[in-house]
């Protein structure tokens, strides 16, 4: 098991959120908007891609959302949010200046250290695109500690793509190979469509199976195909990490909610390596 | 690529390389090349389904066209894979268009004398339809994938 | 063996004083609507002096005794958890201000509590909370200043349960080894009726001085050590452990699932009175100016679909995954996340469960190969 990589400081409620305020917001899509949160007083909270917040909003609730900004800045904090429910609709309608309480970070990040030296391949479906952004950004900034690193995107739709800019910035870079691929799109689409999964066949002169290491987020069912694809050209399961999703109300490691067999998605994961759940990865239900 | 001959693009492309000497001469005999400018149409949905395409380079839409919308994409093929399938179940014809999103070059196999091909030489026919076969389940899976809506709004899942 | 002494049991009623002279509020067994519940303890003479429990699987009842006996019951659907991780509880209150939002935690001095009438299961109990609540990397700070108030009187069993206790499976009784500040074992027979206490602790000793009681003769040491052993010998049911753990997650689509689930009820009785059982939930509570909003914490049900509600879906929709993740979880996973059986054998589930499933022979019947030709999914 993981150390923790957030211990609190001993004798802090750690379900006490800090205050942070919108700094600054963009819309992605039609229902997600990525909102940058700055403390006034200027408290960073350090945080790893692939770890998460609990943002609470005042009187309606808390809910996990990965970080998918650059950490170098620890003390502005970017989040992408789909508005979904009560929460992250009241999230995602914050304006500058608006108050958001921030418990964080938590869980294990992406095995950024572990990859230094192997190729590493990317792998988004839809919103997962969030917390690996936030690892891309810090690959890039140490793009030397790193061998080939390819970039595989799966989106609804042109339309529900996110991050335009840094896309159109990351197909420019020599150093980096990204697909993007889409569900569905009209004639005026010039790109891909089919599913991510099927992306890996096109990029498998990309990598060398047993020297990659593989961050993959998204649906379960786009995770569990991916894995296949990926198993199939011979990534080892230990080298193929997923970030899971579960329902969370404490990511303290008390509140039992986000349980998946002897696991704590909020502490032991949300990143995990596919070895650790391949023993329950066929359970349904667990 | 397009200064390659068939033979040597055989040699190379996933969906042959590793058939013998043999076997590749066997279809190169049958192979030209094409080149396709951006919205050209490599088959159109209705006419008789002759040709089989290995995709070299570029990339490539499925589509069907939709009274009143134009054409609506289904599905993209990129070089190193293979388009048409219905030259084998002939007599028949092509069942959606397939157009060119970028400038692409495929290699075209003459689809009758490929069929009287593989009477010839049945072993042959079976490595290229048990190719087939993984090209059609590949794109079948992904369509499956494609109608779970993955990425949509929760609630409808 | 430490030094015994022994309370004569016109004597007990001394021992609350004198702990509600110490600043305690003293909390335990007291007779309401039909159960034996722990609540508060005025006087002695709340305790359900007198009265003992018929417990089996999904029936429970209270009988009058013939005697004066103090503690001749086993435990009942109340268990510690309720003063030490209540529910609900206001983790924090927000304001909204001029300049943003205050946050503060509530700040009400909380009563040292004495708990009077531990068993050991219930102490092993309080010590798999202590693990899951205040042993990982994050404390939570409302149970942790609950229990480090709290003094700690035992109670070693003298009555039991047959058809529901299996504490001497579980390594976690009857006798009290652990956890208390005294320990008394209850030593009544026809004309003697008395407590034989022993020290857990410097501030137990200090109490008990303020008590009449004497040195316990050698054989009154006799008399109590027979009292547990005697519980321990006719303890019949019991819940096989050894290799539990593996057998379960090597079961996970064992037909059995299928068959507890067309009983189970998925009620969550089992989860609320089980004194292991943690989970919970929190939501906001807020005023109608939409000013001030409380965080306010219950425990939470595993057997409830929005326990798993994600993106849109439980995921667990099934009866039959809800009671599997209940019982892996007691009796296996548990293990791997605190290093202890999330099950300490106290039966109240199993009591307490409306249609009387009783955990221990499901877990047996899962670890039992599945017969050919049964339906697996
Ligand atoms: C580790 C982690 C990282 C996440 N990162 C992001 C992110 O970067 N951006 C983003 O938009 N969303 C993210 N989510 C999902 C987000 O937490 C849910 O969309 C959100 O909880 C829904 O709450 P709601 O009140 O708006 O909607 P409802 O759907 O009404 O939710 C009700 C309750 O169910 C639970 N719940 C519902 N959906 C989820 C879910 N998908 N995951 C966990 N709990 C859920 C929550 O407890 C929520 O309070 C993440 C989830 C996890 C576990
Ligand atoms: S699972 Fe049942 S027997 Fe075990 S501690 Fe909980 S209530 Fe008692
Ligand atoms: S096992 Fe019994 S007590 Fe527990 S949820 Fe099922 S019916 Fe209710
Ligand atoms: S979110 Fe509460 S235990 Fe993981």
């Not at chain 3, 005697?67 to 435990?75: E, I, R």
């Amino acid at each position: 098991m993981r150390e923790p990589s957030s211990a609190p400081p001993p004798g802090a409620n750690p379900y006490i959120p800090v205050p942070f305020r919108v700094s600054g917001r963009r819309r992605e899509t039609a229902d997600t908007v990525t909102l940058r949160l700055r403390s006034p007083t200027g408290d960073s909270l350090p945080f790893k891609p692939g770890q998460f917040m609990m943002l609470y909003v005042f009187g309606v609730g808390e809910v996990p959302i990965s970080v998918s900004g650059r950490p170098r800045r620890a003390d502005i904090l970017e989040h992408t949010v789909r508005a979904v429910g009560p929460v992250t609709r009241r999230l995602a309608a914050l304006r500058r200046g608006d108050w958001v309480g921030v418990r964080g970070p938590f869980g294990q990040g992406w095995p950024l250290a572990l990859a230094e030296g192997f190729d590493v391949l990317l792998v988004a479906g839809g919103l997962g695109l969030a917390p690996l952004r936030s690892a891309l950004l810090q690959i890039l900034a140490q793009r030397d500690r790193y061998r080939r690193v390819t970039v595989l995107y799966g989106a609804r739709s042109p339309a529900d793509l996110l991050y335009r800019l840094d896309l159109t910035r990351w197909q420019q870079r020599p150093d980096l190979e990204l697909r993007v691929t889409v569900d569905r799109a009209d004639e005026r689409w010039r790109g891909q469509i089919g599913v991510v999964p099927a992306l890996i066949a096109q990029v498998e002169r990309q990598f060398e199976p047993t020297r990659t290491v593989a961050l993959v987020c998204g649906p379960e069912v786009m995770m569990r195909f991916t894995v296949r694809e990926l198993q199939k050209r011979g990534v080892p399961d230990d080298l193929i990490y997923l970030s899971l999703e579960r329902n969370m109300k404490c990511a303290l490691g008390l509140c039992g909610h986000c349980q998946f067999g002897p696991a704590f998605i909020c502490k032991d994961g949300p990143v995990m390596p596919f070895s650790r759940l391949a023993p329950f990865s066929e359970i349904r239900e667990l | 690529m397009s200064d390659h001959t068939p033979a040597e693009i055989l040699g190379s492309h996933p969906f042959t390389a590793d058939l013998s000497d043999e076997d590749r001469a066997q279809l190169a005999k049958l192979a030209r090349l094409g080149v396709y400018d951006p919205d050209d149409y490599l088959l159109r949905e209705g006419q008789p389904a002759t040709a089989f395409y290995l995709i070299v380079e570029g990339l490539v839409s499925i589509e069907l066209f939709i009274p009143g919308h134009g054409p609506r994409p289904l599905q993209t093929v990129e070089g190193g894979s293979a388009v048409g399938w219905s030259w084998m179940l002939a007599p028949s014809r092509w069942e959606f268009d397939a157009r060119a999103l970028e400038r692409t070059t495929a290699l075209i196999l003459d689809g009758e004398r490929l069929r009287d091909l593989f009477v010839e030489d049945c072993c042959l026919g079976l490595r290229i339809a048990h190719r087939l076969l993984f090209v059609v389940a590949e794109r079948l899976k992904a369509a499956r994938l494609q109608l779970l809506d993955l990425y949509g709004p929760p609630r409808e899942l | 063996m430490s030094q015994l002494s022994v309370l004569d049991s016109r004597d007990l009623p001394e021992l609350l004083v004198a702990l509600q002279r110490y600043g305690y509020r003293v909390v335990g067994p007291t007779r309401r609507d039909g159960a034996i519940v722990y609540d508060e303890l005025v006087s002695a003479a709340d305790l359900p002096i007198g009265w003992t429990d018929e417990q089996e699987a999904g029936h429970y009842r209270l009988k009058r005794r013939e005697d004066d006996a103090v503690f001749a019951y086993a435990v009942g659907p109340h268990s510690w958890k309720r003063f030490l991780h209540p529910s609900p509880l206001i983790l924090w209150r927000a304001r909204r201000t001029a300049v943003g939002v205050s946050i503060e935690t509530p700040t009400e001095e909380l009563p040292r509590l004495a708990l009077f009438g531990v068993r050991s299961c219930d102490l092993h109990a309080i010590a798999v909370l202590d693990r899951v609540l205040r042993g990982g990397p994050f404390v939570d700070p409302y149970y942790a200043e609950r229990r480090s108030r709290v003094f700690v009187v035992a109670i070693n069993c003298g009555h039991f349960s047959p058809s529901t206790c299996f504490c001497v499976s579980m390594g976690t009784g009857p006798k009290a080894t652990f956890g208390f500040d005294l320990a008394l074992t209850e030593v009544l027979e026809p004309g003697r009726h008395a407590f034989v206490v022993e020290v857990g602790t410097e501030e137990g000793a200090e109490v008990l001085r303020q008590v009449p009681h004497r040195t316990a003769e050698p054989w009154e040491r006799a008399a109590a050590e027979h009292v547990v052993k005697r519980t321990a010998a006719r303890m019949g049911r019991r819940l096989e452990t050894a290799g539990l753990k593996e057998a379960l997650y090597a079961n996970l689509e064992h037909p059995r699932w299928d068959d507890v689930a067309q009983r189970c009820l998925t009620c969550g009785n089992c989860t609320m009175v089980c004194p292991t059982c943690f989970c919970f939930t929190v939501e906001d509570r807020t005023d109608l100016t939409g000013t001030v909003t409380e965080r306010v914490r219950r425990l939470d049900v595993c057997f409830t679909t929005e326990f798993t509600y994600t993106a849109g879906k439980p995921l667990r929709q099934s009866a039959r995954s809800r009671y599997r993740q209940w019982l892996t979880h007691k009796l296996g996973s548990w293990g791997d996340q605190f290093g202890v059986s999330g099950c300490v054998g106290c039966g109240r589930c199993i009591t307490w469960c409306p249609v009387g499933i009783d955990m221990t022979e499901e877990a047996a019947a899962i670890r039992s190969p599945s017969e050919p030709g049964e339906r697996t999914r």
